[in-house]
């Protein structure tokens, strides 16, 4: 049974690295965490298969790690020219630029705006500057409760 607790454990943390990677790739337009996020899936799918072939007692789930982490550099080359290349292009990381690579029969990609926030009216106290002591009211000078001077 302590086998089995422990396989359990290493597939829910593979289970958790690709979910949180998933949810990465699939909310964020910046290629730069959209690259990370999808490393992050790759080591969730590996952290399973070491778990998967040490539970069965043979190597087979390491040796194809060793390929998934082969293929991992490679795409980590590619990922780094191609965002070295939409910076150089455009000034800005954002996947919305790669539009004009997509195929002619696809319409584009229309970005919306989110409406603006109403702002609200209160009013937020302000802490007073490092060094400088607060300014008190006369009538509350009574009412202090430490010392001014020790």
């Known amino acids: 049974m302590n086998e089995l607790q422990l396989l359990y454990n290493y597939l829910t943390v593979g289970a958790l690295l690709f979910g949180i990677g998933l949810v990465g790739f699939l909310a964020r337009r910046n290629m730069i965490i959209m690259f990370l996020a999808a490393e992050m899936m790759l080591q969730g ?49 954002d996947i919305a630029f790669w539009q004009q690579v997509r ?21 937020w106290p302000k802490l007073t500057p490092s060094g400088v002591e607060p300014k008190i009211a006369e009538e509350k000078q009574d009412e202090l409760v430490h010392r001014i001077h020790v």
């Open 45 to 93: 799918v590996s952290v399973s298969l070491v778990a998967w072939g040490r539970f069965h007692n043979n190597f087979s789930g390491q040796i194809l790690v060793i390929f998934i982490l082969t293929v991992a550099a490679c795409e980590a080359a590619i990922a780094l020219a191609l965002v070295l290349l939409l910076y150089h292009r455009s000034g800005k990381l």
């Open 103 to 123: 195929e002619t029969n696809q319409p584009p990609f229309v970005d919306h705006e989110l409406p603006d926030e109403e702002e609200s009216r209160a009013i």
